[in-house]
């Protein structure tokens, strides 16, 4: 089943639904998570309803789908968990940009390389892209192991691309691209 891809036995990556805003507002706001997004100001409550709202819908459209990381602690309940984004989509050439959240509770447990790989499969197999591609701002040390420590390969540098803690940083880009 392609939707299969979305989940492991206790992961799952489910569309964002409107009613996922006030969970999107908080983490988005979040000064330990805002080191690694490119937000530059505060997500105001509204945006957060729009983007909930856009990115559950179709990856042709808008370029970009969001999924909430759920983990089943319960039987009756899942417990969201973070993110992850596909975004930068290009159909033409198919391939996409990937990005995870995961808030600090859930970090350094392994659910960020599961997070990882169900996007990564849905991408390449299910979506049938060429390649997908992460960019790591060089100072985000975390970000930089994980990558170094998935099939991700490092790929490109782009020297003082990317402003931030008062100094221009380098964008580092990894891929993956099945051969």
Same mark, same amino acid.
């Given at each position: ?11 799952? &990556? ?5 009613? #996922?805003?006030?969970?999107? @507002?908080?983490?988005?706001? #979040?000064?330990? &998570? ?9 997500l105001a409550? @509204? ?18 789908? =969001? ?15 973070? @993110? ?88 580092? =880009? @990894?891929q993956l691209?099945?051969?």
């Amino acid at each position: 089943m392609r939707l299969s891809t979305l989940r492991d036995n206790e992961l799952s &990556l489910r569309p964002i639904e409107p009613q #996922d805003a006030p969970l999107l @507002y908080g983490w988005e706001n #979040d000064p330990q &998570l805002a080191e690694s997004n490119c937000l530059y100001e505060p997500l105001a409550r @509204y945006q957060a309803k729009q983007l909930a709202s856009a990115g559950g819908s179709n990856l042709f459209e808008n370029g970009f789908l =969001i999924f909430i990381a759920q983990i089943r602690q319960d039987p009756a309940e899942d417990t969201p968990i973070g @993110y992850v984004e596909i975004y930068d989509y290009d159909h033409f050439h198919r391939r996409a940009a990937i990005g995870l959240v995961l808030t600090p509770k859930w970090q350094r447990k392994g659910y960020g390389k599961r997070m990882l790989t169900c996007i990564s499969r849905y991408a390449l197999e299910t979506l049938r892209l060429h390649q997908v591609y992460a960019e790591v701002v060089a100072d985000n040390q975390s970000a930089l192991l994980f990558f170094e420590n998935s099939p991700y390969k490092r790929v490109a540098t782009l020297p003082q691309w990317q402003w931030q803690h008062g100094d221009y940083q380098e964008l580092i =880009i @990894y891929q993956l691209c099945p051969e």
